[in-house]
Nanobody, 125 residues
Framework: QVQLMEFGGGSVQTGGSLRLTCEAS????????MAWFRQVPGKEREGVAA???????MFARSVEGRFTISKDRATNTLYLQMNNLKPEDTAMYYC???????????????????WGQGTQVTVSS
């Protein structure tokens, strides 16, 4: 059973930066596709950034050029570097993982089986 734990959220002002970390445990050797999602109350969970097993990345248009996704392959630790944060980035951020070589829809919530509990990011104007 894969367990994911996110941390690194917090409160920042507009233009600030945060780095989210997702630690995986209880996992098989993979391969893993991993991603970050976010959700605000009353809205659907939105795919933010995804990282495929071959290193290819995909980002939501709203975060392109501001967010970077990376992974320590030795530990399956996933990172999300968020720069130039905006109030609309305020949300609960979730880490997701799927044991597969490739996903047809890396930013789709239904593509992933394993989820963390989330970490809150709040950006004030």
């Amino acid at each position: 059973q894969v367990q994911l734990m996110e941390f690194g959220g917090g409160s920042v002002q507009t233009g600030g930066s945060l780095r989210l970390t997702c630690e995986a445990s209880g996992y098989s050797r993979g391969p893993y596709c991993m991603a970050w999602f976010r959700q605000v109350p009353g809205k659907e969970r939105e795919g933010v950034a995804a990282l495929d097993t071959d290193g290819s990345t995909m980002f939501a248009r709203s975060v392109e050029g501001r967010f970077t996704i990376s992974k320590d392959r030795a530990t399956n630790t996933l990172y999300l570097q968020m720069n130039n944060l905006k109030p609309e980035d305020t949300a609960m951020y979730y880490c997701a993982a799927e044991i597969t070589l490739m996903l047809a829809a890396p930013l789709r919530e239904s593509s992933y089986t394993h989820w963390g509990q989330g970490t809150q990011v709040t950006v004030s104007s």
